[in-house]
């Protein structure tokens, strides 16, 4: 089963209204990264949360961390129509020798102009 | 720089037909990976490389092989293509040192009839 699941899996708003996704996981990480796919496209990295920090921004991005609930989310502020797309977020583990970094099913956002 | 480059972006085999999807990346990364995705299914992991002459296997390698030729190239091979493997297939590298970003080549659309 995969590491990661995010919710909603799909969300639609209005431009200019706030976006906010959600991501679980189930083992303990070192990062937390977020990646955007427009359609048919390869995935874009977007921002990487380490498991010390509880929040970043950037940008129009926040991302916030909780590893005792093991859960992340994605604020994208002031959407825009370029902001449709899906939107994944990525673990890697804790021990060294993991490398796997494996991705959760995807939220697919919809800007309505 | 170039990046991630796969080759090809499209392929249609028939059931039992074996190919070689290639990737190639210019940015010095130590770890590199396949996916696939589906529908509904995000990316799952297919196999993985820490370094050069190491492969692991990650969620679903059945059906699949990989070789991690030197640094720069990581061939996922199909050895007898099965319609289940019909997806579109992802190569993406990322600094493993650092626990940096992966980039990401912009996939193989395969279909297997």
């Known amino acids: 089963s995969q590491q990661g699941e995010e919710d909603p899996q799909a969300l639609s708003i209005q431009e200019g209204e706030n976006a906010t996704m959600n991501c679980s996981y189930k083992?303990?990480?070192?990062?937390l990264q977020w990646y955007r796919q427009n359609s048919g496209r390869g995935l874009v990295h977007l921002i990487l949360i380490r498991s010390n920090e509880r929040e970043k921004h950037s940008g129009r991005l926040r991302v916030t961390l909780d590893t005792s609930k093991k859960s992340s989310s994605l604020l994208i502020t002031a959407s825009r129509a370029a902001d449709t797309a899906s939107y994944f977020c990525?673990?890697?583990?804790?021990?060294?020798?993991?490398?796997?970094?494996?991705f959760g099913t995807g939220t697919r956002l919809t800007i309505i102009p | 720089n170039a990046g991630v480059t796969q080759t090809p972006k499209f392929q249609v085999l028939k059931t039992g037909q074996s190919m070689t999807l290639q990737c190639a990346q210019d940015m010095n990364h130590n770890s590199m990976y396949w996916y696939r995705q589906d529908p509904g299914m995000g990316l799952r992991l297919i196999y993985y490389?820490?370094?050069?002459?190491?492969?692991d296997k990650g969620e679903v390698p059945n059906g699949y092989n990989v070789s991690r030729l030197n640094k720069r190239e990581f061939s996922l091979r199909l050895e007898s293509a099965a319609p289940s493997q019909t997806s579109v297939y992802f190569c993406?590298?990322?600094?493993?040192?650092?626990?940096?970003?992966?980039?990401f080549g912009q996939g193989t659309r395969l279909t297997v009839v």
């Open positions: 083992t303990s990480i070192n990062n």
């Open positions: 993406a590298s990322s600094d493993r040192g650092r626990k940096t970003e992966a980039f």
């Open positions: 490389s820490a370094s050069e002459g190491t492969t």
């Open positions: 990525a673990t890697d583990g804790r021990d060294f020798g993991n490398e796997k970094l494996t």
